[in-house]
């Protein structure tokens, strides 16, 4: 055969090679993303922009399942009830809100996807919440009105072990900071106190401040792309790790994140594609996930129909983390666990070490700041450094002006002395085994007056399920309200106690709740006509291609 000849043949033979083999790459990585939207982040921003807004006027409103005109009526009734019992119960509050709403952008937001879309300008002209709170006294909240509600929130995370503990710990943060005052660069003394017990809750060998979660896990994958040279990461499908847009992929990101890779999580797919692939630098993980994998943080806007699923098996996500550290570790790829939200609410420390993993990187938050806004990044010394020894202009750069703060730091530092002293240490005996059997008493109460309502749990992280098909669901959280319950902007998607609620107060937790429940099902909502969750999707899509079509 003459040269050119070879040439040529070896040429193309080693084309179409390399053709197979990037097509087996992508059907791998194909295969390892979750079918649902949630895995396939570029289809739901698709979709997401073909979506038009449109809003169901006072008569449809409550008729949007089909329901006959004697269900309607009471729909009616009830909510002209709760919406009268508001503006008597909640005046001041409601007026303030209303006020600030028109210049607090994140008031607007919030306000905005409060409930599904078609039905919101409805309930924010005639079912407004408050967003002010005058004081608090331990669980309870009390508004600018004088109403006392009990506090469900969690403050998003940050309430681990209740609202007087982290007065006790800012009072203490301002007289141990006071002295130092604002003074930034130079750190103040308990800086140093704080790195040694951090080194010791996370095992790591290195500790590096932050002002938020979404800091943390920025500077994170940052050093682990500097130190692997690889620029993909991999997060899990339905998972949350902060509003930056390279974890943050899809709707809510204007624009496209190319280097990341969204995967099913639990998945012998996924596993095969980190074990072959050589472009990954790092994997994040977030344990919150253990109570809903492959699916987004619940939320109330979301609400279509009763499809909404959830449950905490947390020895099959232990075996499930354990084989993907071994799978990152074997094939070099920086394993970051995101513990902002979990991180000591599951357990005093990290979540992934009390199950046996140990990740390259912990980033943490939320609680740990003892009341003030911090993020925190731990790791080993050879991922934690931001130069090369060989090469010194080479540098991966990272600070912020506030980072280590002396007011943030002696917070911070009364929270870690504190959670070493034996009754914060005796709040995590038995934790989740108290925590399930509440979420038991709650389910056993509202299974025994037959109303259509669950609760799945992580320890003290709750979502609310619902067990027959509606439309309505999202109603279920001003009924909630009404009865003195206070639950944060995603409705009853997320529920979060703090470690302060005893017996008694969780007894009058359960009472309210039932409640709540028992008026919404005697005014209508849950009886609608005997349809599937698929139908009621179905008359979702068909109302959004008639707005579609109406342009």
Known sequence: MEKKTFVAVAGAVATTLFAVT?????????????????????????????????????????????????????????????????????????????????????????GRYRVPFPFAEVVRAKLPTGAFVARTEGAWLIDLDGNRLIDCTGSYGVNLFGNDFYKDTLREAVATAEPVGALLGAYHPVVAENVRRLRALSGHDEVSFHMSGTEAVMQAVRLARYHTGKRRLVRFAGAYHGWWGDVQPGIGNPVPADHTL?????????????????????????????????????????????ARRAGADLDGYARWLHRLAETCRANGIVLIADEVFVGFRLAPGSLLRRVGVEPDLITWGKTLGGGLPVGVLTGRAALMRRWRDDRPVDICFARGTFNAHPYVMAAMDSFLRRLEARP????????????????????????AEDLPVAVANLSTIWTVLYTRP???????????????????????????????????????????????????????????????????????????????MRG
């Not at 698709?46 to 005109?69: L, N």
């Not at 997320?494 to 919404?520: G, K, P, Q, T």
């Open 22 to 110: 990037k097509g087996r790459e992508r059907l791998r990585l194909s295969r390892a993303k979750h079918p649902s939207l949630g895995g396939h982040v570029r289809m739901a921003k698709r979709v997401a922009g073909q979506i038009p807004y449109y809003s169901h006027p006072e008569e449809r409103f409550f008729r949007a399942d089909g329901c006959d005109d004697a269900v309607a009526a009471r729909r009616r009734d009830g909510f002209r009830r709760l919406s009268e019992l508001y503006a008597a119960r909640f005046p001041q509050t409601l007026a303030l809100t209303a006020e600030t709403r028109i210049g607090l952008s994140d008031l607007q937001f919030t």
């Open 262 to 306: 969204t995967l099913a999580e639990m998945s012998e797919e996924t596993l095969r594609v980190l074990a072959t692939r050589k472009d990954i630098a790092c994997v994040l993980v977030n344990p919150l996930q253990a109570l809903h994998p492959n699916a987004g943080a619940p939320s109330d806007s979301q609400l279509v129909d009763s």
């Open 424 to 447: 914060v240490q005796a709040l995590y005996d038995g934790l989740d085994a108290r925590w399930d059997a509440r979420a038991a008493q709650l389910n056993a109460a509202l299974a």
């Open 470 to 548: 509606s439309r309505y669901n999202w109603m279920l959280q001003y009924y909630l309200r009404a009865e003195g319950l206070a639950l944060s902007w995603v409705g009853t998607g997320r529920l979060i106690f703090s470690l302060d609620v005893d017996e008694a107060l969780f007894d009058e937790i359960v009472r309210r709740f039932v409640a709540a429940a028992r008026v919404m099902q005697t005014d209508g909502w849950w009886s609608g006509p005997a349809v599937s969750d698929k139908k009621l999707r179905r008359m979702a899509l068909a109302e959004s291609l008639r707005a579609r």
